[in-house]
């Protein structure tokens, strides 16, 4: 039964569903938002939260909320690469750490900020079918746990629905830049491995492990091979963990004097652009783009995405410009911001040894700070690799004299 049309249905209520529902409602706009899980809910991810995406949270006013649940602050990024250590700040002088809140944390105050704001939430609701009208999507069939069907209208349905989005199903968008999976990841939490604010990470041949703070005294580490090792090393997930982390032996140590707390989970995902709008529907976050979790961009992407979805809809409902012209700047403004950060990550999940220019370029990093900080800003999103790789920079830098990019 067809209850009453909203201005946006959003489906998925994590990192992207949330803010761009949040944005929407805050701007006065009738929005629905549904999701299968109940939150406080997890789901296989990690959680770094880079300086550009607490940056956002900071600017939603929902930061104070994250540190009060007594989430370290994490202010410096080490990368280990055997030989050398290279070891910088992440962040700006207005965004100077990072976060990394559990996403039972993290999801349910964004799901918590939605609802505030005024969109209505609707947990534990399964969208089953996207219903399209004369070539446009005009709402979503769907079932609560306890209810029947029923159908919901909107002006436009945003699909926030994750990798397996049910949204991009049925509209089937046009997808470019494809990258087959590269990484399969393992991540677990220890208690009793302090991390006293930093984030380390340990480059070895076909191999890459990451570890960092989070809520409750917990420690994450994930490690990660090449696919092409995902089944095999599927029978003792535990075993080839460990012997991953004996290839950076002071680190292993403290691993095995700490406690394991929970079971391991881990995943591989493929990487791919979607094209985010089309008649009566948007994509946002993971559901239009995806890319190997090694940088742990995805979070602070969805919440870029949610900001120019959201900006976008907003002068399409205004009358402000027509959707084609918005929703079109919507995806050149992401794809053009992310593109370098795509081609770096999926070059850095493939774990091959640097190529011999960038092993060079690596080496005079190590050692000079300026040119460090720049070196982790890049892998925070801080400053884009396109500017970070530029001739002039690296010249800058083999010459021993790193200026700021950003
Ligand atoms: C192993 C791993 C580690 C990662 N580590 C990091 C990291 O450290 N930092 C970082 O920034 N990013 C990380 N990422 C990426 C990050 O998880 C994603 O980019 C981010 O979660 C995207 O958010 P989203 O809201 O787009 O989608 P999701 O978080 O996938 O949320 C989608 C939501 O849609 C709901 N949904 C789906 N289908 C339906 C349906 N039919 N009906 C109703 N609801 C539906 C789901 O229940 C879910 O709640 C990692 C990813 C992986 C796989």
């Known amino acids: 039964m067809t209850t009453r049309t909203y201005d946006a249905i959003v489906v998925g209520a994590r990192c992207a569903g949330s803010p761009t529902a949040m944005l929407l409602a805050r ?3 009738n929005v629905l938002v549904v999701d299968q899980a109940i939150f406080p809910s997890d789901t296989i991810s990690t959680h770094l939260i880079h300086p550009p995406g607490v940056a956002a949270l900071q600017k939603w006013g929902l930061l ?4 009060a649940t007594e989430c370290p602050p994490i202010e410096t990024y080490v990368f280990d690469f055997g030989p050398f250590t290279i070891s910088g700040a992440p962040g700006t002088a207005e965004a100077p750490v990072a976060y990394a809140p559990r996403r039972t944390v993290l999801d349910k105050l964004l799901v918590d900020a939605a609802s505030e704001a005024g969109a209505e939430i609707r947990e534990g609701f399964t969208v089953e079918a996207v219903e399209v009208e004369d070539g446009r999507v005009a709402g979503v069939r769907g079932r ?18 994750g990798r397996h989005s049910v ?27 302090p991390m006293e604010g930093r984030f380390e990470t340990y480059i070895r041949p076909d191999r890459g492990i990451g570890a960092w703070p989070t809520n409750d005294d917990l420690t994450l580490v994930i ?5 092409a090792e995902f089944y095999a090393n599927k029978r003792d997930i535990e075993g080839n963990f460990l012997k991953m982390l004996d290839l950076a032996p002071s680190f292993a140590e403290r691993v ?3 406690s394991r707390e929970e079971k391991f989970v881990g995943t591989a995902v493929f990487n791919y652009f979607r094209k985010p709008y089309g008649p009566g529907w948007a994509l946002v976050g993971d559901a239009g783009y995806n890319k ?7 979070i602070q992407d969805a919440f870029r995405d949610a900001e120019l979805c959201a900006t976008a809809l907003d002068e399409t409902f205004t009358g402000a410009r027509t959707f084609d012209v918005a929703m079109g700047e919507y995806q050149s403004a992401r794809d053009q911001q992310v593109l370098p950060m795509f081609e770096f990550t999926t070059l850095l999940a493939t774990l091959e040894p640097p190529p011999p220019e960038l092993q060079q370029l690596l080496g005079a990093v190590h050692g000079n700070q300026e040119a460090m900080d720049q070196f982790a800003r890049i892998n925070s999103g801080v400053t884009s690799p396109a500017d970070f790789f530029a001739e002039e920079n690296v010249q800058r830098i083999l010459d021993g004299a790193a200026q700021p990019t950003g």
């Not at 104070?64 to 540190?67: N, Q």
């Open 167 to 193: 949204v991009a199903r049925t509209v089937a968008p046009e997808q470019y830049n494809e990258k087959p999976q590269l990484l399969a990841g393992y991540y677990s939490y220890w208690r009793g491995l």
């Open 144 to 161: 609560s746990r306890s209810g029947g069907t029923v159908t919901e209208r909107a002006q436009v349905v945003i699909g926030a629905d």
């Open 27 to 29: 701007k006065g706009y």
């Open 256 to 258: 095995r004097g700490a």
């Open 64 to 67: 104070d909320k994250v540190v």
């Open 223 to 227: 490690g990660g091979w090449p696919v």
């Open 292 to 298: 190997d979790f090694i940088t742990a961009q995805g």
